[in-house]
T-cell receptor
Framework: SQTIHQWPATLVQPVGSPLSLECTVE??????LYWYRQAAGRGLQLLFY??????ISSEVPQNLSASRPQDRQFILSSKKLLLSDSGFYLC??????????FGEGSWLTVV | AQKVTQAQTEISVVEKEDVTLDCVYE???????LFWYKQPPSGELVFLIR??????QNEISGRYSWNFQKSTSSFNFTITASQVVDSAVYFC??????????????FGTGTLLAVQP
């Protein structure tokens, strides 16, 4: 069966520091991969999605970037964090246009 | 533009009561999917159901049931005989096609359900 893992689960970072959140999917090939952010107030926003290695689409302009170095690996990064980057980040996957399944999430607090 | 509205911000019920969570959507697509996800306090989004726009048949899974009505653009979720473990934030979502076979999920703002013992 397919599983998705992301880490770290919790992160406290100072303003201006870099960020790297990693996500891997197991048990499937060539998945579509997604990064969502959930800010305070519960709204979920799609940040990036990828249909293949090296292919990244950004949904909103922001301080973050994403990369997909391997088929089942998706990384969310920032060179310099802002206070507004705080939130709950969720990696997700799907096969084709089917159901999107989410990882456990990563809590990021920028101080 | 696609939009999902969950007008109920918070609902509080006593255990064993039935509760319905409302979801109204807007879309110009003729083919789309609707979803419900559960987010317990741990934070992970748990998939509950996916419904194709061509399938208006209601679905029942244990204590959960879903009522999809295209005429009113609604996809409501009912929990029968609620339990404390049902306490969570519930999200309704609508899929939107993006680049090839990907799906972008448009989420509602969620409904916080608190089931009191």
């Amino acid at each position: 069966s397919q599983t998705i893992h992301q880490w770290p689960a919790t992160l406290v970072q100072p303003v201006g520091s870099p960020l790297s959140l990693e996500c891997t999917v197991e048990g499937t090939s060539n998945p579509n991969l997604y990064w969502y952010r959930q800010a305070a107030g519960r709204g979920l926003q799609l940040l990036f999605y990828s249909v293949g290695i090296g292919q990244i689409s950004s949904e909103v302009p922001q301080n973050l970037s994403a990369s997909r170095p391997q088929d089942r690996q998706f990384i969310l990064s920032s060179k310099k964090l802002l206070l507004s980057d705080s939130g709950f980040y969720l990696c997700a996957w799907s096969v084709g246009g089917n159901t999107i399944y989410f990882g456990e999430g990563s809590w990021l607090t920028v101080v | 533009a696609q939009k999902v509205t969950q007008a109920q911000t918070e609902i509080s019920v006593v255990e064993k009561e039935d509760v319905t969570l409302d979801c109204v959507y807007e879309t110009r697509d003729t083919t789309y999917y609707l979803f419900w996800y559960k987010q317990p306090p741990s934070g992970e989004l748990v998939f509950l159901i996916r419904r194709n726009s061509f399938d208006e048949q209601n679905e029942i899974s244990g204590r959960y049931s879903w009522n999809f009505q295209k005429s009113t653009s609604s996809f409501n979720f009912t929990i029968t005989a609620s339990q404390v473990v049902d306490s969570a934030v519930y999200f309704c979502a609508l899929s939107e096609k993006r680049g090839g076979a990907t799906n972008k999920l448009i989420f509602g703002t969620g409904t916080l359900l608190a089931v009191q013992p």
